[in-house]
Each structure stands twice: as C-alpha cells, then as structure tokens.
C-alpha cells in the first residue's frame, strides 16, 4: 500500500473512531476505525507506523476533546489532544513491529489487534499523572451488543471485542484480496468467513445476560438539576446563586409533594459544585441547604467545596445532610482522584513556563483516600465525582464496598452537552459491568437513570433547571466482573507484551537469515 493511500486511511480511520462516539453514536463505525488503522500500519517501518497512529489519534482527539477550549483558551486542549494522540502514535508503531507475527501466523491477527489496543488503553489510562481514559473504545459501545460484555470482563473486554471485530474486518478483506490476487475460485471465502465470525461475535454479544445480580428492593430517587446563571469556568463567580438554584428547585420539589403531584422520594442527589460555599464552614451555606433538607423530608446528598485539612487546600466532596440534623460526617466522600491542571497543578513552575493561565487553580484539591461508599440510610451508595467515573477501579471499589446503587456527580458547566452525553455513556457501562441501577446528576445537564441493563431513561436537557424522580432497583451480588477485577485488562495486556517480544524473534530470525544470504549470496 502506498504511503499517501495508507495516510488517506490512518485520517478515515480517526473519523471513524470519532463517529462512534457521543453526541454521534454511530457505533459500528469503531471497529471500521481499528481496522483502517490496521491496515495502514501494517508492513510499515516503525517511524511510519508512529506517524500514522499519531494523525489517526489527532483526527480522533482534537474534535473529541473540543470541549476543554470553550473556556480556557487553545492551549490546553492542543496539548491534551496531541498527549493522547502520542497514545495511539505508539499503538501505530507496535501494530507495525507485530507485522511479522500476523504475516506468519495470519490466524491471530485480529486477536494481536484487540490485545494491542487493551495494552494501549491500559498504558493511557494511568499516565502521566493517574492517565485519562477518554475516549477509550468501551466508551462508544453504549448502544452496541457488546456493551453486555461489560458484566463479564468490564471496559477492557469490551475493548477487546471491539479492536478484535476491527482486526477479522481487515483480516478477511486482507486474505480476500491475496485470495483474488491467485486467482483461486473461492476468493471470497475469507471475506465469508470473517464476516460470519463477526456476526456471531456480535450475536455472542446479545446472548450475555445483564444485571446477573439480585434485586433485593427499590428505592425512589430525585436528581436535582439546579441549573448555573451562566455556563464557563467562572460558573462559580455567583457560588450563592448556584446554591440557592438547588434549595429552591428542592424546596419546589417539596411543595409538589405535599401537593401530591409527585411520588415522595427516600434520597435527593445533587450535582457536584451545588455548593462551592463550604456549608461546614459557612453557617448561612449550611442553614439554606438545611432549610431544603427539611422541606423535603429526606437525606440530600451534596455536592460541596470543603476548605482543609491544610491551610490552602479543598476538596471535592460528596456530603450526606440529613433532614433535621444537617451534615452526617461519617458519610461523606472525598474524591480519590483530582484532575491534574484543572483540580491541582502538579510541577507548577514548570507548567506556569509553558501558560500562567494554571494559577487559575489557586488552591489544590487534596485527594481523598477512601472509597465512595455512603450510607444513606435508605440506600448505600457508590458515589464517584465527575471524570472518576472514567476510571474502572474507582468505581468498582464502591461495589465491592457493598454499593447498591451507582451515583455519578458532576459539573458539566465548564463544558458542553457533547461531553456531558460522553460521560453519560461511561455511566451505562459502568451500571451493566456491576450489575447496578445508576444516575448521573449534573449542574446543568445532561442528567439521567441507568438501568442495571444500560437503558437510560429521564434525561434532562442541556443549560436548564430540571428535576427528575424515579423508583430504583437495589441490587446485591457481584457480577463477573466485579469479582474478576482488573484481571482481564492484565491478561490481556500481558499478550500484547507476548506479542511484541514475540514479533522481536522473528524479526531476529529473519534478520539472521538476510545476513547468512548476503554472506553467502552463491
């Protein structure tokens, strides 16, 4: 294949990837993607396999991470595009070095595709600074048949079906072009038998039973959209008028109620950054939220900015405040994993030489170390803030912790509703993986349910003030899963490493066997 042909698809490749994605969703464009990139890189030298993944990862991550420029200006969003975009510049590289291993033995091509696509993820989901799994191929999947797969092996596996579907796709149109190319009267039995492999891979998928967990009762849930007066990073310049937005929307809630014209809930969740006035330190914060606690009767998980431990220092909280009492210190979660250069700046001379605009961030958020297991009294929940609910064991942790329930608090005022349906689709995984019901409460949208099998219902719009009530399941068990862990990424992984030594014998071999005819050219 020529350069500028392969070039063409390493582009197509990133769009296509692209497309899989909310707010698009075309699903079955993913595996397209992974084999366009497969076929561009194969056979190729390193430096162009580099190349190529690194423009498949710019065409993929420049318009998926779109949102992190609405208010920050260019520079962090081409710096976070082209970091991730280097991911898949290694992938490229590796997919080229493992050339000889798929010309040998052509029948592990596909499997040598999804395992290498599981070790890239795996490495750009912990660096640097804890990793950002963004766009990982389990993100676009929500609508697919292989979303089920989540409940047995959890992203990774889906990832793998996914890259696996990509790699028998060039494989067969591979095998089918050599077969034509001999001249052989059933050329097209590779393409047939790819096609039908892929087919059932995807049947395989509807066969896999979700929420393989047990109901044991329900519970009735109210998400508070309160709603920001305006959308950018300086939402929080009226911190009151973002609180009193969620009092009044829950005292409201209360009157319709008592009214009878909705269902009495057990649990009120509000959006992470409702409160940005720490309520423990700030008797006026504390006494409103209070006031909406009590109108309506029951616990009010918050989303708060809490000053400490250290002088300079906050945290993001999720904070139970019981009706009559106020905040309940024994259940309150901080989050385990602050966003680096948004929530804390870490090598801050060093990233203030490259913009001043991170001393923005004024005070570091101190990360919490406990698991998000809170008590409600009605419910014990498994909270995760924001982009934690990217990372597998964050929010597993809170299942094996003895959550019943999946919550999702989040602040999507500093972006847009194509990174909000993002995040939305990780939450349907992550309720199918554990076999949990779930929702995902946002400032201002999109806020929803997920049922244990990735349905969503009750989605809010987008910028406006909603609130939503729905009766839950509670469930209890462990899917596969939960229990498994991050065992399945590891193996996976771990063949991707196989495979490249593997590659490393053979292009020994093969180098050894040139040598011996350039000595002995007779």
């Not at 990139?37 to 423009?55: D, E, N, P, Y």
């Not at 009120?268 to 006035?277: A, L, T």
């Not at 029951?298 to 909280?317: D, H, S, T």
């Amino acid at each position: 294949m020529r350069l500028p042909v392969a070039v063409a698809m390493a582009v197509a490749a990133g769009l296509a990837l692209l497309l899989a994605f909310p707010p698009y969703g075309w699903w079955p464009l993913a595996p397209v993607g992974v084999a366009l990139l497969a076929a561009a890189t194969h056979r190729r030298r390193l430096r162009a396999g580099a190349g190529l993944g690194f423009l498949t990862g710019v065409t993929l991550f420049a318009p998926m991470l779109a949102w992190t420029n609405l208010h920050t200006g260019y520079l962090p969003w081409v710096l976070l595009s082209l970091l991730q975009a280097g991911y898949l510049a290694v992938l490229g590289m590796a997919t080229a070095w493992v050339s000889p291993l798929a010309d040998r033995f052509p029948a592990v091509w596909p499997a040598l595709t999804g395992v290498l696509w599981v070790g890239q993820e795996a490495l750009r989901d912990r660096t640097p600074f804890g990793g950002f799994p963004w766009g990982r191929l389990a993100f676009g999947q929500d609508g697919s048949p292989l979303l089920r797969l989540a409940s047995v092996g959890g992203a990774p596996l889906v990832t793998f079906a996914v890259a696996l579907t990509g790699g028998l796709l060039v494989a067969g149109a591979w095998w089918t072009v050599r077969a034509r190319a001999t001249g052989g009267p059933r050329w097209w039995a590779p393409a047939a038998g790819c096609a039908a492999t892929v087919l059932l891979l995807l049947a395989g998928g509807l066969l896999v039973p979700v929420a393989t967990t047990r109901d044991t009762a329900s519970v009735t849930v109210a998400i508070v959209q309160g709603n920001v007066p305006r959308l950018g990073l300086d939402f929080n310049a009226q911190r009151q008028a973002v609180l009193d937005n969620h009092v009044d929307a829950t005292i409201a809630l209360a009157g319709e109620v008592a009214a009878g014209s909705r269902p009495r809930p057990d649990l009120v969740v509000w959006p992470e950054n409702s409160s940005d006035i720490d309520p423990l330190r700030n008797a006026s914060a504390g006494a409103r939220i209070s006031a909406a606690a009590d109108a309506v009767g029951v616990p009010i998980l918050v989303g708060a900015v809490l000053f400490g431990p250290e002088r300079g220092q906050v945290r993001n909280a999720g904070l139970l405040w019981r009706p009559g009492s106020g905040p309940d210190l024994d259940q309150l979660y901080i989050k385990r994993h602050p966003v680096p250069f948004a929530e804390y700046v870490p090598l801050r001379r060093i990233a203030r030489m490259v913009s001043d605009q991170v001393d923005r961030v004024r005070a570091d958020f101190v990360a919490g170390t406990e698991p998000g297991v809170v008590d409600s009294g009605p419910v014990v929940l498994g909270d995760v803030i924001c982009f934690e609910v990217a990372y597998d064991g964050l929010v597993r942790d809170t299942v094996v912790g003895g959550a019943q329930l999946l919550v999702v608090q989040t602040n999507n005022a500093t972006f847009d509703e194509a990174e909000a349906r993002q995040q939305l689709a990780m939450v349907r995984l992550r309720a199918v993986e554990h076999g949990r019901a779930a929702l995902m409460a946002s400032t201002v949208g999109v806020s929803g349910f997920v049922a244990p099998d990735g349905r969503v219902s009750d989605a809010t719009g987008f910028n406006t003030r909603a609130v939503v009530v729905r009766q839950l399941p509670l469930a209890e068990g462990r899917t596969l899963a939960t229990r498994v862990g991050v065992l399945p990424e590891a193996l996976l992984a771990a063949l991707a490493v196989a495979a490249l030594a593997g590659a490393l014998v053979l292009r020994r071999r093969r180098d050894g066997r040139s040598a011996q005819v350039a000595a002995h050219p007779g």
